[in-house]
């Protein structure tokens, strides 16, 4: 759960609502965006109003295009040297395309993720130098491959650099360094990702048309790749930047590319509805997929073909790569979960470092993301480099064994600049605030794990690291329709820069959920409101979450969705907090707990009858029994001045909820042991209470039965699965009450059900021997927020 925040509401300047088409709501987010006047809106609303910034404002650009129009008349041989992401691949899809147009003597490398990583490689770049090249041109790298442009000037070969990374304390002797990094702050450029850069050199390029006979380039054409590289390079949309995504949408609506069509295809996006969530989500995964687990060579010409069956067969090699990189996501992501259950002591550190020798290298950044949202702190992933990484980074026999790794970050904390302080004890690293990569001895991991954890805390001033969620609005949900997700088209597109809005509606309760998606991952939960209107939202990669239980504010994000031809709207979970019962006031304003432990104390029954005893003070305790304590379960709490722990809870969400009911002043630990603690007694007690269900002839509610066991609701539904595997009971739910029935046979439970349900005991398990050992995830979680 994220703090929420709701930011100010500037006055809104006269005509902006007008110029809105007359919607308040969307006059207001245009105000919360800082524009001050109808004179700024026009341009930020409508690219025809907006003036683009010359290309020559680019430092080095005139420079460098002058050197590859020389190199087309002459008939020299140009390499375009591109990288392996989307931003790379339709930077060198849009160069290579424009340069065949203006009939230059052509070729193109992307490197290889796992052989070559990114930048520039000096053995790959000799060969093509022997064979003849002239000249290269660098996309999306380039500008910190000091060593091969050092050598490729030797041979007498010019390399011109189009990158937007992060500049070197020591820049390469380019010909050209054309990087938007070294324009001054806030400057119009200042945000293009590489497809970017290279679309404004080609601008530039096309002034000089007809370099050879018969040539008409029309620099228009390449809008979609831009698009495509702006996106899924998760450019800051501001100036040119955003200017450029607005057209770029427009024209991937129309594109005539046979490439682009087939993998859209195979996406299921709509073609004529395309925006930047589908993108993000469905088409770069797609490139990406190529980029990390193949070679993305082949998508050069998938980008380029005018062939539509080779577009099609390229796109289909495609959608397998993106179906492994699916798979093998979900298993290193159940793996890093998996070692924090047995290790939760390496959440302790502000930055999360995970080491799995045999994770694919490919993966780990989409996994370091995850676990990024999840457990809101910067996250590295690392593994085992190969042979041929290893030798590409200097290791050797006698060196130590290296690995290599994918860092993210989360807002305001730049993890680049935490790396970068130790450098010393590093093979090599480079990136932005937000992503890394770095190479690093594997004996070195836990003291890097402290090292760049001290950086990050630093970063904060020592304060803690908090998650916040911006409400941009409270509505009801009567007012979450598709009309207001068109009328909010106006401000998209939406991303770094221009945040998608967030609304919140309060007083729901949840009525029904199912899982979706073919492993079951995600969440489709109905709601309903105070007045009883009711909206689906859909909660993605939740599907071990627990929902809130009573009433609770939702925060959503509203866009549409498009299903053979029907459009809809499509609310999306984005965060949940749960609201007093007796006042109904949201807990989000707290104060500070003391947290008291008892553990040393000799009788712990003894400790907790004492305290039972004293005024005001509330015990919670699940699954265990003391004689002469009246204990409440997580459902049953209310607020109190001191609440008595007298068993733990299984997990921080569930902690989380118990707190914003009661908002204590004081918090004793005393931490019985639950009687559902290890398997026998889980599955024990879970089939007691099934067997009083089944007697009762009622239907047993999932949270009730969750709080019965003193376990997650997720953890309880894997134990209602065993025991139907088992033929013991027969389950079946309606939203989220349970039907039980006696079992009709008997059997075994799958193996691997088994394991999934030890791991979630476990898990509980840990969290609590980890919240005895050190009373600061009670502190943390009933502080204010």
């Known amino acids: ?73 002459r008939g020299e041989q ?46 790959h770049l000799e060969g093509y130098l022997d064979d003849g090249v002239g000249v290269v041109l660098t996309c999306d790298t380039g500008v910190s491959s000091h060593e091969p442009i050092r050598k490729a000037l030797d041979r007498g070969v010019d390399v011109v650099v189009t990158d937007h990374h992060d500049l070197p304390s020591r820049l390469p002797p380019a010909e050209a360094l054309i990087n938007p990094k070294r324009l001054p702050e806030r400057h119009p450029l200042g ?62 609506r129309e594109t005539e590319r046979p490439g682009l069509k087939a993998v859209m295809d195979n996406a299921n996006v709509t073609r004529e509805e395309a925006d930047e969530e589908d993108i993000g989500y469905r088409i770069g995964p797609r490139l990406n997929a190529v980029g990390r687990l193949g070679d993305a060579n082949i998508s050069i010409p998938l980008l380029t073909t005018e062939d539509p069956g080779e577009a099609r067969a390229i796109a289909d090699d495609l959608e397998e790569l993106n179906d492994r990189r699916k798979l093998l996501t979900a298993q290193v992501f159940e793996a890093a979960r998996r070692k924090l259950r047995w290790e939760p002591e390496l959440l302790q550190t502000a930055v999360l470092v995970l080491y799995g020798e045999q994770w694919p290298a490919g993966v780990i950044g989409i996994v370091a993301h995850r676990l990024t949202e999840k457990y809101y702190k910067p996250t590295i992933l690392l593994t085992s480099a190969s042979e041929e990484y290893s030798r590409k980074e200097g290791d050797s026999e006698d060196q130590e064994a290296l ?73 009801s949900l009567e007012e979450l329709t598709l009309q207001l997700a068109d009328d909010l088209r106006q401000v998209a597109p939406f991303g770094p820069g221009n945040r998608e809005p967030v609304f919140a509606c309060r007083n729901l309760q949840v ?17 309903t409101g105070p007045e009883s209107a009711s909206r689906e939202v859909l909660w993605w990669n939740a599907g071990e ?37 007796e006042t109904g006031e949201d807990t989000e304003e707290g104060r500070s707990t003391e947290v008291i432990g008892h553990r040393g104390e000799g009788g712990l029954e003894d400790t907790l009858r004492a305290l039972a005893d004293r005024g005001g003070a509330q015990v919670w305790m699940e699954a265990c029994q003391v004689d002469g304590v009246g204990a409440k379960s997580r459902l049953e709490l209310t607020p109190c001045e001191e609440l008595v722990l007298g068993t733990l809870p299984p997990s921080r969400s569930v902690l989380k909820e118990a707190l914003a009911a009661c908002e204590p002043e004081r918090i004793h630990v005393v931490g019985l042991s639950p009687a559902t603690a290890g398997l026998e007694g889980f599955t024990r007690r879970l089939l007691g209470l099934c067997k009083h269900a089944i007697r009762s002839g009622k239907a047993a509610p999932l949270p009730k039965l969750a709080a019965a066991m003193g376990h997650e609701e997720r953890t309880v539904r894997l134990g209602l699965q065993w ?5 013991q009971i027969q389950a079946a739910k309606t939203g989220q009450k349970l039907s039980i029935k006696p079992g009709s046979t008997s059997g075994e439970a799958d193996s691997s059900l088994e394991q999934a349900l030890e791991e979630a005991l476990q898990e509980a398990r840990a969290f609590r021997k980890y919240a005895l050992r050190g009373e600061a995830p009670l502190a943390k979680r009933s502080a204010a927020k």
């Open 1 to 73: 759960m994220a703090e929420w925040t709701t930011p100010s509401s500037p006055p809104v300047p006269d005509g902006l609502e007008d110029l809105a088409g007359g919607n308040a709501l969307v006059a207001k987010l245009l105000a919360q965006l800082g524009i001050q006047s109808v004179e700024d809106a026009r341009p930020f609303l409508d690219p025809a109003a907006y003036d683009p910034a010359p290309p020559e404002a680019l430092p080095d650009l005139e420079k460098g295009v002058s050197r590859i129009r020389s190199a087309i008349e």
């Open 78 to 123: 140009v390499l375009v040297w591109g990288d392996f992401d989307v931003d790379g691949q339709t930077s060198t899809a849009l160069l290579v395309e424009a340069l065949r147009e203006l009939g230059a003597d052509v070729g193109f490398h992307v490197p290889h993720r796992e052989r070559e990583s990114h930048g520039v490689n000096w053995e």
């Open 191 to 252: 945000t293009l990702p590489g497809v970017g850069v290279a679309y404004k050199f080609v601008q530039k390029l096309a002034e000089g048309q007809n370099l050879t006979e018969g040539t008409r380039l029309r620099p228009t054409g390449y809008l979609d790749l831009v698009a495509l590289g702006i996106v899924a390079d998760i450019a800051v949309l501001r100036g040119d930047t955003r200017y450029l995504l607005q057209q770029g949408l427009e024209k991937l």
């Open 403 to 475: 690995t290599r790794g994918s860092a993210r970050s989360v807002e305001d904390l730049n993890i680049t600049a935490a790396i970068a302080d130790h450098a010393d004890m590093l093979q090599s690293f480079g990136g932005h605030p937000m992503a890394a990569g770095v190479t690093l001895p594997k004996a070195k991991i836990d003291r890097f794990r402290r090292l760049v954890s001290r950086s990050i805390v630093g970063q904060k001033g020592g304060e803690e690291i908090v998650e916040t969620l911006q409400i941009n609005s409270y509505l």
């Open 511 to 527: 009525s029904e959920y199912e899982k979706i998606g073919s492993d079951g991952s995600h969440l489709k939960v109905t709601v």
């Open 545 to 581: 979450e627990d929902l809130p239980s009573g009433i609770f504010d939702l925060a959503v994000t509203v866009s549409t969705n498009v299903f053979r031809g029907e459009r809809s709207l499509q609310l999306t979970w984005e965060d949940s907090r749960v609201r007093r019962k």
């Open 723 to 727: 025991l139907e595997e088992r033929g």
